[in-house]
């Protein structure tokens, strides 16, 4: 038996593989899994239907702090956060034994997605970084809580969303630089 394995011969850090948690990845779940990807990834394109025609025009003509990335980082960023929230909300939602968790735990995600699609309504679609500003407030404050009660579920699901949330928060720095340069 190597070092640091329990008592079923698996190591301590095997755990902390996401799709391992709580039993191997069995091939009935994997049209789940794929499904809660493409569902984060239809939010994704939800708030870029609104974001893409706002960039060459009205955001290209924003002041934006030494900070901003280019453009391009945005999109490879947004597809790899949003598969890493499909994973997440997989792990929680296979983790049946939480009951009550549970069931809240996927509510905050739900209103949590929902708000990253309606921050870019709110900051591109209505070309308003205030209202940009108080939709990413409330996104940070859902991704926290969100994120919070997933690592209680399933701390792989939880370490999953951590990228986001300091993404999301970076963003929101970007938002309030934005508003104060452009008010």
Known sequence: MERGAGATGRSSLQ?????DCGGSLKAAD?????????????AGGIGSYFTRPAIPTWYATLKK????????????????LYVLMGISV????????????????LFLFWIQLGLNAFWSY???????PLAG???????????????RIFLR??????????????????????NFS??????
Do not use: M
């Open 153 to 174: 579920i399933s701390f792989p699901a939880g370490l999953l969303l951590i990228p986001y949330l300091l993404w999301v928060g970076y963003a929101a720095g970007l």
């Open 90 to 105: 997989f792990l929680v939602w296979r983790e049946t034994r939480y009951g009550k968790p549970r069931q809240k735990a």
């Open 122 to 128: 709110l900051f591109f679609g209505l070309h308003s």
């Open 15 to 19: 755990h902390l593989w996401p799709l």
């Open 133 to 147: 500003l108080v939709g990413i407030i409330a996104l940070v404050v859902c991704i926290f809580l969100t994120l």
């Open 30 to 42: 994997i049209p789940k899994l794929v499904f809660y990807i493409i569902v984060c990834q239809l």
């Open 178 to 183: 934005i508003y104060i340069l452009n008010c």
């Open 65 to 80: 702090p030494l900070l901003t990335p280019p453009d391009w980082v945005f999109a490879p960023v947004w597809i790899t």
